[in-house]
């Protein structure tokens, strides 16, 4: 079948889609956005986690079809959909920023690097993508808002605290961001 | 797209003139993996490629009667079906005994053990050809524990044994028996007054990381095969499957794809063999991904253990002896079953002093699923064990469990039970006061939010099970020793290729080695050591491959060490060469160049007292220095086969742990409301990865004590292969996790530093159950601990 979604922001049209075939298999092996993971394919991990419209969903128990029609952003389009960061994405160490790609960096994105929450980095588009769902609606989370909004999201490596670390400095950094007017 | 899409890419980091050891340098990897560019081993992509798909047996213990792929091999899009009959050179592989099936040879050993393979042109096709296979199974009675693997008459699951360790055992269904005996526990037992003695059970620990085996192998023009993995070792992979494709080692060419953690379940083959052996049937690039169900049942496990313990002590609180007996189940195959064993022998005192002892330590075969290496490898099953002991002890004897731990902890200069001097750091009493002496989370907390219980904070959570009625809160510690590096005599090495140019003016820094990068920072690492000793900011970290020489594993918290030592060992060699070319070049201009202690700085040669003595790009001019080297530690000794004695490991290293928990008692939920860790690092290269390895290995320590555990059921059959049945710790069940790092240095490792990867998983298990023990005065003597241990129900 033919399937036509918005996929970060830009019409996608997929063709020869199997019915049995998920979003996250269309996303992945038609059309070249690796970025969300395939860690548990039945809904545990939140490693596929994307935005369907604007509600958060784990893309591997989304039906391809299911997506006609619809506006899904993944961890590849978070830089074009958050608020940009600016000169915010170096900590005030000046140690971050480690490559000449920082520029493209979501807030989000940066904070991750910056705080260590990343160590294999497979937990982590999924991540990225609730973490920022949860910033959008909530600025300012207490640490229980964001045990419970990251709660889908299977981490093996960390421990998970710097990845709590991590939402703190992107909420505190878009904080300063608005206290500046930015 | 034409083409191989997400090979590895080198990448280079710079960081002004900063970055060496000992800072929270981020890692190189940090931004391709939050960008979801970071190519893993399921990402990989190639024209024209084949999807491979395992056929797996659906019973532990049966004889194949008849197999049929014919049915298979007519579906449209399949490439190929091959069997056991179809292997083209050797038909076993093994890490350290060469007893496992490429596929199954007419008798199945274990639940899950691969039948066949298919090649198709889409995953599906694959997976529903391969359901086309027809398979007639004998099933027979499983061998499922120590009793029926040693019965009179028990079926033998390797009756042509003719391994190392086979004239050793008491059985030929014990893979591995090592005994450490040391004093005379019969002296020991006539001083104690008190003695504790106790059976524990460890369940079964899955690694579960989160990247799925996956892989992609590519026919080669010259007969060989490129392979794209995810594993642990990649030389060692190589040795394992180039006889099994009939190839020399030099066809296989092996590269690391992105690897979505480790935790030692990818130190034994999965699909690497089966997708080169489909590759090269077909002529077509062939890539298999593992869902998770699949993955349960495609790596090996943490050994289930069955442990008995004594501990003497007198009334003073100072042990008399302590004699255990420990059986860990390796299931089918023996993957890392001896070395295991090993470990769980001499490690079985835990960090203390003790001059009796008589630990016995065996490795079975059953037809449970195969187990070898987690994060912990032996020591994590001992440590439940012993230190629960020393707290019944320490009861027993009206004394504080701390106090009694801090009275009998090993220092520097103790003897371990092998005999083995320890002659670094060993602070045990340091790490169980600092633990103890940090601040106790506020009681009640769920009270904190005002209004109303904050069901967030209770146990049972959102479930909404209590408000606070019924529960009671629990502290327990626990302390633990691991050892570093590969022991017992083992040739543990690795090797670095270091290359310095100056490129467009700038000095640059390449290294190149084989260490596997799981996630755990090594490739920061490198690039910080490199820093440190060519004095350069930019540094590309080349792609790990077989085109340089063996790293060993990433195992055994051994990579800091050892691949950290040969590129530091590397980098040394480059930067005296290069000071040497200086001396010839310039050396008659300034007698610091006779006198001084020369150092790379900033792209410079300056003297210890920072004055400059020439540029490296006059140095160099234009030409690179390189060097690749080996690099060993300090060799160990076998451990011999009667009492155990030998210098058998190469580092030690220590971390306490202090939990605190709070259980609903009505109904055996428990919470984990802080889990405190103090570890020894010798020196931390890098603060920030050093405190994520503590956290990550306690975390993994917290879901053995009350979550994670594969279940089989009587027919040895895995019942829960899902992440909906086999829980890991969500953020939800993971508690604040405070850490505090002890530098003590080790003089015998590069830069003092001490392996830091594991200790953080043995104590963090016992901590756990001793504070869920005090909250509930049960005994809990099996882990992990469910709701109807603690309602009895």
């Known amino acids: 079948m033919r399937v036509n979604l918005r996929v970060n922001g830009r019409p996608r049209q997929v063709d020869d889609v199997w019915e049995g075939e998920s979003l996250l298999y269309v996303l992945r092996e038609r059309m070249g956005l690796p970025g969300s993971k395939n860690a548990c394919e039945q809904g545990e991990c939140g490693s596929c986690s994307v935005r369907l419209d604007d509600v958060l969903v784990c893309s591997c128990l989304v039906a391809a079809g299911q997506a006609e029609g619809r506006e899904v952003l993944t961890v590849e389009g978070l830089p074009g959909a958050s608020a940009p960061s600016s000169a915010l994405s170096s900590d005030p160490s000046g140690d971050s920023s480690e490559d000449d790609r ?36 909530d600025s300012d989370p207490s640490d229980a808002d964001i045990r419970e909004a990251l709660s889908g999201n299977l981490c093996r490596c960390t421990g998970y605290e710097k990845i709590l670390d991590a939402v703190r400095l992107a909420a505190a950094r878009g904080e300063t961001r608005r206290r500046e007017g930015g | 797209m034409t083409g191989t899409v997400g090979v590895p890419t080198r990448i280079t980091q710079g960081s002004g003139t900063k970055g060496g050891v000992g800072e ?70 093994g890490l350290e005994l060469r007893d496992q099936p490429v596929l199954c040879d007419g008798r199945v050993r274990f639940h899950g053990e691969p039948v066949a393979l298919v090649a198709a042109d889409h995953p599906e096709t694959a997976r529903r050809a391969a359901a086309k296979i027809v398979v007639e199974y004998d099933v027979l009675p499983p061998v499922t524990d120590e009793a029926a693997a040693t019965a009179p008459g028990a079926p033998l699951l390797h009756p042509d044994r003719d391994d190392d360790h086979a004239p050793h055992v008491p059985h030929p269904n014990i893979v591995r028996r090592q005994p450490v005996r040391r004093g005379d526990i019969e002296a020991g037992r006539a001083r104690a007054a008190v003695i504790v003695r106790q059976d524990y059970e460890v369940g079964m620990q899955d690694q579960a990381f989160l990247g799925p085996e996956s892989g992609l192998a590519v026919p080669a023009d010259d007969g060989g095969v490129d392979l794209y993995v995810s594993t642990q070792w990649l030389h060692v992979d190589r040795e394992q499957i180039a006889p099994v494709l009939g190839l020399p080692e030099d066809k296989v060419r092996l590269a690391l794809s992105g690897v979505g953690g480790a935790f030692g379940g990818r130190e034994d083959l999965s699909m690497q063999a089966h997708a080169a052996l489909l590759a090269l049937h077909t002529g077509k690039p062939v890539k298999m991904v593992y869902n998770r169900y699949e993955s349960f049942f495609g790596h090996v496990h943490r050994h289930p253990a069955r442990i008995t313990y004594e501990h003497g002590a007198t009334r003073e609180g100072k042990l008399t002896h302590v004699a255990a007996r420990i059986v860990l189940d390796g299931g089918a195959y023996a993957s890392s079953t001896p070395a295991v064993v090993g470990n769980a022998a001499s490690l079985g005192l835990g960090p203390y002093t003790c001059e009796n002892v008589d630990i016995e330590a065996i490795g079975l075969y059953t037809n449970n699923p195969p187990c070898g290496a987690m994060r912990g490898f032996g020591a994590v099953q001992a440590c439940f064990a012993y230190e629960s002991q020393m707290d019944r002890v320490a009861a027993e004897l009206h004394l504080d469990p701390v106090e009694f731990r801090q009275l009998n902890a090993m220092e520097q200069g103790s003897l371990m039970p092998t005999g083995q001097p320890v002659d670094s750091p060993a602070p045990v009493a340091e790490l169980l006061r600092r633990v103890r002496s940090m601040p106790m989370p506020p009681e009640r907390q769920w009270e904190s939010a005002g209004e109303g219980a904050d069901l967030r904070a209770l146990p049972g959570g959102l479930s909404n099970t209590t408000h606070g009625e019924g529960v009671v809160r629990g502290v327990g510690y626990a302390v633990g020793i691991k050892n570093v590096g590969f022991s017992e005599g083992f040739d543990d090495y690795s090797t670095a290729r270091v290359r310095l140019e100056v490129v467009g003016g700038e000095p640059v820094a390449t290294v190149h080695t084989a260490m596997a990068e799981v996630g755990q920072g090594g490739v920061t690492v490198h690039a910080q050591i490199a820093r440190t000793e060519l004095g350069v900011a930019q540094v590309t970290i080349q792609p790990a491959d077989t085109a340089v020489g063996s790293a060993g594993s990433t195992s055994a918290s051994r990579q800091t060490y050892v691949t950290g030592g040969a590129v530091r060992h590397a980098c040394q060699a480059v930067r005296a060469e290069v000071l040497e070319i200086g001396r010839r070049k310039f050396g008659s201009y300034h007698p610091a160049w006779a006198t001084a202690e020369l150092l790379l700085e900033g792209g410079k040669i300056v003297t210890d007292g920072g004055e400059a003595l020439a540029d490296l790009a006059d140095v160099l001019e234009g030409d690179p220095v390189e060097r690749e080297l080996e690099w060993r530690h300090r060799p160990t000794q076998a451990l011999d086969h009667e009492r155990g004695q030998g210098n058998g490991h190469v580092q030690y290293s220590f971390a306490a742990h202090r939990a605190v928990v709070e259980v609903d008692t009505d109904l055996g939920l428990v919470k984990v409301v802080e889990l405190a860790c103090a570890q020894d690092v010798g020196k931390a290269l890098n603060p920030l ?105």
């Open chain 1, 102 to 137: 920082s520029g493209e960096l979501a807030p989000i994105q940066q904070a991750f690097i910056d705080a260590g929450a990343v160590q294999c980095g497979f937990c982590t588009p999924g991540l990225l993508v609730a973490a920022d769902d949860l910033l959008r609606r």
């Open chain 2, 24 to 93: 929270s340098t981020l890692r190189p990897d940090g931004t391709l993996k939050t960008t979801g560019e970071f190519a893993y081993a399921s990402d990989l992509w190639h024209e024209d490629m084949l999807w491979g798909h395992t056929l797996r047996a659906p019973h532990a213990h049966a004889l194949i009667t008849r197999i049929d792929l014919t049915d298979a091999l007519l579906q449209p899009g399949v490439y190929a079906v091959l069997a056991y009959a179809d292997l083209p050179a050797a038909k076993r592989y």
């Open chain 2, 689 to 793: 990865s050093v405190v994520g390895q503590i956290q990550g290995g306690t975390t993994q320590g917290l879901g053995l004590a009350v979550m994670e555990e594969i279940v089989l059921d009587p027919e040895a059959k895995v019942r829960n292969p899902s992440f909906t049945d086999y829980l890991i710790p969500t953020i939800l069940d993971t508690p604040p996790l405070p850490v505090d790092v002890l530098e003590l240095a080790d003089s015998h490792a590069p830069y003092g530093l001490r392996g830091v990867g594991e200790a953080s998983t043995l104590s963090s298990t016992p901590a756990v159950v001793a504070a869920v023990r005090q909250a509930t005065g049960l005994a809990l003597t099996r882990v992990p601990v469910r709701p109807e241990h603690l309602t009895g129900t």
